[in-house]
DNA sequence: GTGGTCTAGACCACT
DNA sequence: GTGGTCTAGACCACG
């Protein structure tokens, strides 16, 4: 239960990603308790303040609410929780278009690509680069 | 033929992927002439330091060979350009498929997700998060 | 504990390498704090950003991993600084090699060459170009 | 009958060494004469200057000797080529010698390493890193 | 306090 | 004129 950190990545916006990912994916439920500042500190061996930030973060934008003298509580709104999924959705599927159409791939060719990938990930798990029709 | 900066990310490294584009989509050729390091610093307005490492770094990945007292030039390794266009694409991808997954979302649905928003894309320029069946 | 600057070589390579010998020769090991970029720089008195640089090559090579906001460290695992001196070992002799062949002297002859250095090291410290049997 | 420039070094430099080899291996004898400076330009595909200024390095080190409206020639002094190749020779072993002690490795190990780098090179002629016994 | 980035300006070797 | 290196000093994000 501990995470690779990537260094170039700030720890606060990975761990950030990793309660919203617990969250999205139903580990985490509405209104389910959070663990403690010290608790997470101590299971990621991070320092407490960089996990404060990244409740103070998630507080900010409204996933997680703070229950003073209880502690922190996932958001109770179901519709909040399905907005963030609909949002990082969005913004991978953004960034990996306007990616692929700054590389000058045409968009026929992205579907073939994400197709191909896809069909492929079911045999070997190991994804290596080549995505179909990348050639000219 | 200016770039607006993005604040978040590094100078450096927008500027980098700015130059691969160009490689990647033919603007520069293999074995083209690159602008000199002034010449660069001086039309998009930065220090000429932040553009030498910006060379540096496409040195390292040998996309582009100094020739000492003649200048910078793209690899005239055609293939080496193609290598690079298949890994920017895998690593779009790559980023983009363990996204989703990580969201939940099934892989069948990722390919109509990508249909659906490439065939949006073609009349309304702007995509905004909304992407197909993202709803469960 | 500080160096002797070689006006030929950057500062930056002679500081690698300086380092670079401390982690091969056990004065620095695997999973030790690097000085600070800013105590390295006050104690060669020499500009912040020159050691920087050094620090970022050393990373490129792995030699070196940066835990934000904590300092650098040689790197943990010992293969890797078993890997670097035979590298170093390889090119030394590499280069030696090559470079006596260049010059026609035969094999057996830069054995003997070799041989003759090193009994002589042993009672003067200033060896002068005098290698044994050069001669024809 | 090209060279392959090494973009580290200063392309005077390695034609100086590439004449003096062609000189100490007996390719080039003394009081030979020596290809102008517009030819060896051309034929090496450099600019004239560096050619010039190779000579002229090379007139320093009296190496080569000028005879004015016949050329340059090779030194006559066949006692300075024999003191050009100990010169050499004796670079090749200094920088050896002192940077495998740098890394740490014994005398005694050295002159195993070399014979065994000999031994091997007689039927591969890849060297590849490995010498003997680098290992502790 | 630590590293990462950037600016400003300088000097040098090389072509 | 070109790139390579270095200094000086600044600001920022991170822990």
Redesign the pocket.
């Known amino acids: 239960m501990s995470i690779e950190f990537d260094n170039n990545l700030?720890?606060?916006?990975q761990i950030m990603q990793y309660i919203k990912r617990q969250i999205v994916t139903g580990t985490l439920k509405a209104g389910d308790k959070i663990p403690s500042v010290r608790e997470l500190a101590a299971e990621l061996q991070?320092?407490p303040?960089?996990v404060q930030?990244t409740f103070q973060e998630l507080e900010r934008e409204e996933v997680v609410e703070t229950k003073r003298g209880l502690g922190r509580y996932v958001t109770s709104e179901e519709s909040k929780i399905m907005t963030i999924k609909k949002e990082m959705a969005g913004e991978l599927l953004e960034r990996f278009l306007t990616g692929m159409q700054e590389l000058g791939i045409k968009e026929h060719d992205i579907v073939n690509i994400v197709a191909d990938a896809v069909a492929e990930g079911k045999q070997s798990s190991h994804r290596d680069g080549r995505g179909g029709t990348v050639n000219e």
């Open positions: 700030p720890i606060y916006l991070i320092n303040n960089t930030r």
